[in-house]
């Protein structure tokens, strides 16, 4: 057994072998993120690139493999969290392996990249190495590092201490803003993520960041070129985060907006992601449930599955969302109903006056999976958004926020990351649920991937590791004990 285990760790040490074939996709209809519509061509794939692609003018013959089918960019979620299950309270089903079973189903589901938005950087930095060595069966990953925020703020106020630790920032002054942000970007991150919220779920008011250390977050994060993207839900949030410049926002409000703000956000074309079906996903699963049962049970862990069932069971006698699905009690489904309407009209009245959208889920979270995006979809479209509307956001406008112009789009150059389709997804949405191929950086793969247990092994190693350099991270900058201290000292009020 202690041999095994050896040989185990041995094997697990040795990079994975990657060599992407040269290949040709004959005949398909490309929609290429740049033309409105699919048009008939042959694509050729060098290495991880598109190297050619040729116009055809007869049509399929339906011999070649994909011949007649549709060929899109590989999608990519904006706004995802890697080390996040699928329950209600975080950490709640967690395994070692966690980010590795949501990075395999994002890419099943045709996302080839995906942004976190918050959560141990060293840790996502062995995870990236991973997801560079096995691009047939994980997506591309790029990270924020931890939550930049302030003492006892969103979402120091509700994460358990274990996440705080490495997952959330509280800035203590402009100084230490500044040297948090390089200590970010040297872990790997390529994007900064702050927090800017004035009141709790619940309704409670709570500490939001000054204007002036926010401006200082800001400019040092263009200073070390980096994006800021600021999470914000209410009025307070948004005015601040739109006076102060930040790049994008990765939630659209919940409260609703002045005509002011609507018009400011449409004429900067800020980024803003939608993410819908996450706060809705709590009280709208009762709805959902003979439909996405058997969907949602194959995704999901038994822990997780059987937390849902309670659930199910208590809904209909109680109010407010039950303790064991929230961190803060008190917070009731019907104000959770009213967040929803104001968000749609919101969300309606922002896309009237062609404000710029991109797609992100904030998945997994609360009976949100990680493999699931395409719910999200199905949320846009009942609010209004047209197809190619929806695909844009998940190809071009994703790659645009993001900084990562050789994604997004298929031409000569681009990396060779596209979702193969059963049917046209601009006329028909739901061919995305069930993709026939996903390639990434030149690799084709199709079907289910599952997590080796080699991969299981692999991923605890990342952990030990990660602890110990973050441990000597700690001792050797301390940049980081500042904004401990701080936490210290308004818990010892
Ligand atoms: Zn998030």
């Not at 079973?101 to 990236?128: C, Y």
């Not at 994008?248 to 980024?271: G, N, R, V, Y």
Request: neutral net charge; hydrophobic residues 45%.
């Amino acid at each position: 057994m202690v041999i095994r285990f050896f040989f185990i760790l041995f094997f697990c040490l040795l990079p994975a072998p990657f060599f992407a074939a040269d290949f040709n996709l004959s005949k398909v209809f490309v929609w290429d993120g740049i033309t409105s519509q699919p048009y008939l061509a042959s694509l050729h794939i060098q290495g991880d690139s598109i190297k050619k692609i040729v116009k055809e003018t007869s049509s399929p013959v339906s011999k070649g493999k994909f011949e007649g089918m549709y060929v899109i960019p590989g999608l990519i979620n904006a706004h995802v969290h890697l080390l996040n299950t699928a329950a209600c309270r975080a950490g709640y089903g967690f395994t070692p392996w966690t980010a590795l079973e949501n990075l395999t189903a994002l890419h099943q589901s045709g996302f080839t990249t995906v942004a976190d938005m918050g959560a141990w950087p060293v840790l996502l930095g062995k995870i990236r190495v991973w997801a560079d060595q096995n691009p047939q069966k994980s997506s591309r990953v790029v990270f924020a590092g931890p939550v930049m925020t302030i003492a006892k703020g969103y979402p120091d106020n509700w994460m358990p201490a274990v996440s705080r630790m490495v997952g959330a920032i509280a800035l203590v002054d402009a100084q230490n803003a500044k040297q948090v942000v390089h200590q970010t970007k040297q872990s790997g991150a390529s994007h900064i993520k702050v927090a800017l919220q004035e009141k709790s779920f619940g309704g409670n008011p709570i500490p939001m960041m000054d204007e002036e250390t926010l401006f200082t977050l800001i400019d040092a994060a263009h200073g070390e070129g980096l994006p800021l993207f600021s999470h914000a839900l209410t009025i307070q949030g948004y005015e601040a985060g739109i006076k102060m410049g930040v790049d994008a926002f990765i939630h659209s409000p919940l409260e609703e907006l002045t005509p002011q703000l609507i018009d400011q956000l449409a004429t900067k074309q800020i980024p803003i992601i939608p993410t819908v079906w996450i706060w809705k996903s709590p009280w709208a699963v009762p709805e959902e449930e003979k439909a996405h049962l058997r969907f949602y049970q194959s995704f999901v862990t038994n822990k997780i599955a059987k937390q849902r069932e309670n659930y199910l069971k208590d809904y209909f006698t109680t109010e407010d969302f039950p303790s064991y699905l929230m961190e803060e009690t008190g917070v009731s489904k019907i104000a959770a109903k009213k967040n929803y309407e104001a968000q749609k009209r919101n969300l309606e009245r922002l896309r009237g006056k062609n404000a710029f959208f991109v797609f992100g889920t904030d998945a997994p979270y609360c009976f949100d999976m990680a493999g699931d995006s395409y719910k999200e979809m199905l949320e846009l479209k009942k609010i209004g958004f047209t197809n190619e509307q929806i695909l844009l956001m998940a190809t071009l406008h994703a790659a645009f926020m993001l900084k990562l112009p050789l994604l997004g789009s298929l031409a000569p150059g681009q990396k060779a990351d596209m979702v193969i389709l059963n049917g046209n997804p601009l006329e028909d949405l739901s061919v995305l649920r069930d993709p026939v191929a996903v390639v990434r950086d030149g690799e084709i793969s199709y079907g289910k991937n599952k997590i080796t247990w080699n991969e299981k092994v692999k991923s605890i190693l990342f952990f030990a590791q990660a602890a110990i350099e973050t441990i000597g991270e700690r001792l050797s900058v301390k940049v980081f004990e500042k904004g401990l201290d701080a936490r210290r000292a308004t818990e010892a009020d």
